[in-house]
């Protein structure tokens, strides 16, 4: 099996600078995984901050982002996992989500977790088809 390291403009460079040992995109077997993308500024690599909703849509914009480097689309995932620091964010980011998969979503699961080493709520990770 050929594993491909997928390079993602501004976003990897980011997760080097931050020293986290991890490849944001990786791609084989005919798929492509895409590791949690918290609310990152896809133009400055800066963490977004406001409320869920706003932490959501970049965190989407974001997994968009990723998707794209690897040559693939919304409409190429086949699971999606949000991890939220507050199961009480639930309604909140469905409204978020639904506005990106407003018809036939992939299949997902939420899972709420304590807390992240970094100031974000929302991290969002996705396995598509290549």
Known sequence: ??????EV?????????LGVPLSLVTKGQGLVFVSGAPPLDINTGALVKGDIEVQTEASLTA???CLAAAGASPENILMVRVYAANAGFYGAINRVYARHFPKDPPARTFVPVASWPMEFDIEIEA????
Do not use: D, Q, W
């Open 1 to 6: 099996m050929k594993r491909e390291i997928i």
């Open 9 to 17: 403009p501004v976003l990897s460079e980011t997760a080097r600078k």
């Open 63 to 65: 997994l968009k982002h």
């Open 127 to 130: 396995v598509a088809v290549a």
